[in-house]
């Protein structure tokens, strides 16, 4: 009975408790949305690098991933190819010899890295081919070269004229190619556009005088879910190469961007101080009205004592009040919130205005929501809580008062 | 005196004073009341406005303490109780009728007087069935599932009497119960109230200056500064 009479003390000021309620909808969507938004956009940054570039797993030399020199390629790519080429999982991998040198037009150089590649086998993996706005991606004939829309521009060069590319070789000497524009690409980051150029891996093998050397292995697993399966079984099997104990490092992608990765982990961490943000701008809110709400009702409260109503009937009426309103704002808060979510996680936001930053962060223009249960339910939960915990001090208001001046009051 | 139960007695009042600080002015509302009051009585403390009748319900009623003096209820010095045990004790013994009505206007005339005994712990099915046959019989029972700004006045108090008796109190103390009721209406209650006093035994308290209500109690009480001046059985 009691939580009926809280219920209909609910509904006697329909405008207040709408007010209530609206807040905490308001603060379910701004937790939700932002959670939603924030982890699609590093989603999307991550998943963005792995598909242009990194890939979900990588084999190199041990020591590659902290010093990427030609030093450190592969000498004999042979035998790991053999193992990748035999494992039913993977669904592709692709090999590279990548060099950090420079780029240089008549008029201008300036140092990439010059990534040598199977055009075939990356167009599989990386999703490099699909972002040529000019020209054509690699066909695999020697001496053609990918560069991006803002290299071409800082070089003064288009379809079809010439670069010159050069690096250091294995023994000191610098080695040079001079390769003809075929293609030009414009990804989702400006500063890979601006550190990437691709050439077939014949040309940079030529250029480096290389011999057959490998940079990395790029793989991709037939299911992303079985990436740690993947990666634990190639690594057993490089390891059971002869003489390869302690030769080669074999990365995920985890591995491979530990600053995005650490950057998504951060954020889960100030997402709960953005929580903990909105929670102390709606405390406050329900203090003031859950107050305001039993001191309406001071003559009433002082009635419920003077026929006997216990202090802690009083106390949980209130609390069973808070929490009525709680549960509808923050389950209508949720519903709202996963249906805009939804919605915009096929239709994406549009944020093309913001373009040039999104582009530096590695992200599009457009941003698909990602809400993932087992965060938002923790951090959804505090508004709840906060609202129980705002009703305390109006709840023990109600509890203090005298009965005889309580029912004086009108 | 030892205050126990003789079970002749349901309130003893001895030497109750009541002093106010109005802007820290003291003020004594109620100056050495002894006062007793017996099972079956049907008592009212009358007085000018002012002269103590609340005051003294109230202390009655232990919802307010006597600056010095003692209350017993049933035997029990209600000064030794904490919050909880007088709020027990309110809802066990003691059964409150106010001028205003003051009814929840949430709840039904039935979930009004059922609210009382739901607080007793009592069953939904029997408090149910028991709140109809109180309303039954205070000539409201088609009134049951109406809220209070559904209804007049009369019909109002006539629900509050029904929460007030409904957990069988040993005493029942009605604050002006006529005071915002036409003449008519008032007579009714008041017969009413006499009816259950008569047949059913309840112990009534009134305060009031109504004439009518004067006329009918067996025993009244005049209050004046504080002070009970007369003290007498009504012919």
Known sequence: MIG???????????????????????????LVLTEGFATGMLHQMLSNQISADAGYIQIHKKGYQSDPTLENAMTNPGPVREILTKERAILNYSERLRVFGLVSSPYNSYGVSIVG??????????????????????SGEPGQILLSTSMADKLKVGLGDKVVIMASQIDGSVGS???????IFETFNSGFDQSHVYIPIQTADQMLNADGLVSEFVVNPKN??????VESRVRDDIAGLPGAAGEYEVLSYEQMLPLLVAQLVLYRQALYLIAGIIAVALIFGIIDTMLMSVMERTHEFGVSMAIGMSNRKIFTMVMI????????????GLAGSYGASLSLSRTGWDLSMFSASLKSLGVGSIIYPVLETSYVVPTVLVIPVVTLLGAVYPALKAVRLQPVEAIRAT | MDGKNTNTEIVRVENVRKVYHDNGVPVDALRGINLTVSPGDFSVIAGPSGSGKTTLLNIVGTLDKPTEGKVYLDGEDVASKTRRELAD????????????????????????VEFTMMLRGIDAGKRKRKSLALLEELGIGELANKRPNEMSGGQQQRVAI????????????ADEPTANLDSETAVKLLELMERLNHEDGITFVFSSHDPQVIERAHRLLILKDGQIVTDKVNK
Do not use: H
Not at chain 1, 117 to 138: C, H, M, R
Not at chain 1, 177 to 183: I, K, L
Not at chain 1, 224 to 229: I, M, S, Y
Not at chain 1, 321 to 332: D, F, M, R, S, W
């Open chain 1, 4 to 30: 009926r009479i809280a219920w209909r003390n609910i509904l006697r000021n329909k405008r207040r408790s709408l007010i209530l309620i609206t807040s905490i909808v308001v603060g379910v969507l701004a």
């Open chain 1, 117 to 138: 590649i199977v055009p075939s086998a990356e167009k599989k993996i990386t999703t490099i081919s699909q972002y040529i706005t000019k020209g054509s991606y690699l």
């Open chain 1, 177 to 183: 190619e001079a390769c003809r524009v075929s293609g």
């Open chain 1, 224 to 229: 992303t879910r079985d990436q740690a399966a």
């Open chain 1, 321 to 332: 009040e808070a929490l009525y309103l709680a549960v509808i704002g923050t389950a209508i």
């Open chain 2, 89 to 112: 004790m309110r809802l066990r013994k003691i059964g409150f009728v106010f001028q205003a009505y003051n009814l929840n206007p949430v709840l039904s005339a039935l979930e009004n």
């Open chain 2, 162 to 173: 029904a929460r007030a008796i409904s957990n069988e109190p040993r005493l029942v103390l």
